[in-house]
């Protein structure tokens, strides 16, 4: 018995000695693009860094206030750069905004290229859908700038500019 529990050490010993000699692997050092997404949430805490300006923080758990300029950035979907995608934004015009601009033009740019704008007179819920050219998704990340054309200024009770509200923004395969 004492041999078993003897040989029962030594290999328990040696197993965690052979552990300790490996050479240690150096971390694996992410681009920053590493962890980009294709379709972002506004709520997702995952996403924070890829609303990249022009948003305000989250409310209800759920959507994001924009300004009348904001950026997202995304990761193009798999064979973009061969079959081109689809940008979709998500949002809401909401009452108060229309009733004070009476009407909105939405426009974006992928990686600089002007893509159709938009103009919206009704408020509720809204999906803006456009075409991108496969030129315009060669690379890891793509900059998606938006631009409103009208849009609520600061006031006494709201410090905010407020432009409409977004719950999400991706880029889908074709």
Known sequence: ??????????????SSIGCKSR?????????????LASVIQAADPRAASQFVKGFHVVENNSWRWTTHAFTVTLRPPR?????????????????????KVHSMKLSAKVNGL???PEQYTNAGAKTFTRDVPASALSGEAATVDFTL????????NDQRELGIIVSAAGLEAK
Do not use: S
């Open 1 to 14: 018995m004492r041999r078993l529990a003897l040989l029962l050490f030594c290999c328990v010993l040696l």
């Open 23 to 35: 050479r240690k692997r150096p971390p694996v050092q992410l681009t920053e693009e590493a962890g």
């Open 79 to 99: 064979n973009a750069a061969q079959n081109g995608a689809r940008l979709m934004l998500t949002f809401v015009i909401p009452d108060v905004v229309l009733e």
């Open 114 to 116: 002007d893509l159709p």
């Open 149 to 156: 054309d009208k849009f609520l200024p600061p006031t006494a």
